[in-house]
């Protein structure tokens, strides 16, 4: 019975533990791994947050902005594999030829595609938040020191391009709505003013409203000396019918009657008179008022944008730049043994049980 124990026991916990320890000291490609930290940040990260999370990320509690997570989501996404394949030979990293046959990429049990090596990736590169300080930290593991720090170089980057792609779109929604009224309004006002200038030039009168009062007092005083010609006149029919100057006063108010009617007719009952040209003008003035104050709010509502644009952008800081590891740093020996030696003599035993179980079943 002891033999059989310690046969089972050899086989079921010795022998592989054997084999995992040859293989992690002799086969396993050592793997180097670079670290970064960095933080994504902006002026409304915290603005908008209530005072009691601000007082708590203040004692040490973290508060982490959308835009972290965006960027953490990033790293380890298609987007920024295929990235890495096309600008820094990423393929080539997790292929050499000196890793070993379970470690590289493809390996017997992988198949050779872009979802398998999308898998391989995100058991290479990490981007996760640390309790402790709150911040982001990039971890990347390849076989070799310069690759680890080249990749994550490359990603750090990436992200930044990513930050500034984020402001550029924050930017594009607020700004180019308010900027494209603006520049609408601009057109109408511009549309105005030739039309202005055309109406000048047809009418030959840079201001009628201005032009115009010499017309209307010429008129009147026409009136006023028309009317004193015509009292003059009634009275001297009256007092001396047989004046000569009755006829002089009638030669005077045909005359002024001719001039009034001219006048008159330079004001009003003519499309060129001086009415329809003052109405038309009243209409080109009113409406370039109401697009200068149409323009003037949507000139503040642009400021008003941008400066929201500007409240809302974000940035990549860098705490920690990716470093060269001196030395692998993977795979974690000890570590792994331990737990191989606890897991396989785990199971050895509840197989014991199980079997010593089942015979007592039997027995009974």
Not at 150 to 163: H, N, P, S
């Amino acid at each position: 019975m002891k033999n059989k124990i310690g046969v089972g026991l050899f086989f079921a916990v010795i022998v592989p533990n054997i084999l995992l320890f040859l293989y992690l000291t002799c086969i396993a490609t050592p793997q180097y791994i670079s670290e970064a930290h960095f933080m994504v940040r902006g002026e409304h990260s915290m603005s908008g947050l209530p005072l009691t999370m601000m007082l708590q990320s203040g004692a040490g509690e973290s508060v982490t902005s959308d835009d972290t997570f965006a960027v953490q989501d990033y790293l380890v996404s298609r987007d920024a594999m295929g990235l890495l394949l096309r600008n820094n030979d990423l393929a080539q990293v997790f292929s050499r030829k000196e890793a070993d046959f379970l470690a590289r990429f493809p390996n017997w049990y992988s198949r050779r595609d872009l979802e398998s090596f999308y898998k391989y990736y995100k058991r290479h590169i990490k981007a996760q938040i640390d309790a402790d300080t709150s911040l982001s930290v990039l971890t990347v593991r390849t076989f070799s020191a310069d690759d680890s720090q080249r990749i994550a170089k490359a990603l750090i980057a990436a992200a930044e391009d990513l930050v500034n792609e984020i402001n550029r779109r924050q930017r594009a929604n607020l700004v180019d709505a308010a900027q494209k009224e603006v520049t609408e309004t601009l057109g109408q006002i511009r549309d105005l003013q030739t039309r202005l200038a055309s109406f000048r030039n047809t009418s030959a009168m840079i201001d009628p409203e201005r032009q115009s009062v010499p017309l209307v007092s010429t008129q009147y005083a026409l009136q006023s000396l028309l009317t004193a010609t015509q009292m003059r006149l009634d009275q001297t029919r009256q007092t001396a019918p047989d004046s000569p100057a009755i006829a002089v006063y009638q030669q005077q108010i045909n005359i002024l009657r001719k001039e009034l009617e001219t006048a008159s007719a330079r004001l009003t009952g003519d499309p060129n008179s001086l009415v329809p040209q003052l109405t038309e003008y009243d209409s080109l003035t009113i409406q370039r008022q109401i697009l200068q104050q149409v323009l003037a709010s949507e000139v503040a509502s642009l400021q008003s944008a941008k400066s929201r644009a500007d409240h809302q952008m974000v940035f990549l800081e860098e705490v920690t730049q990716p470093d060269k590891p001196d030395y692998p740093t993977y795979p974690p020996t000890i570590k792994v043994m331990a737990i191989s030696i606890l897991c396989f003599y785990g199971v050895y035993v509840m197989a014991r049980l199980l079997t010593a179980g089942a015979r007592e079943h039997r027995i009974t």
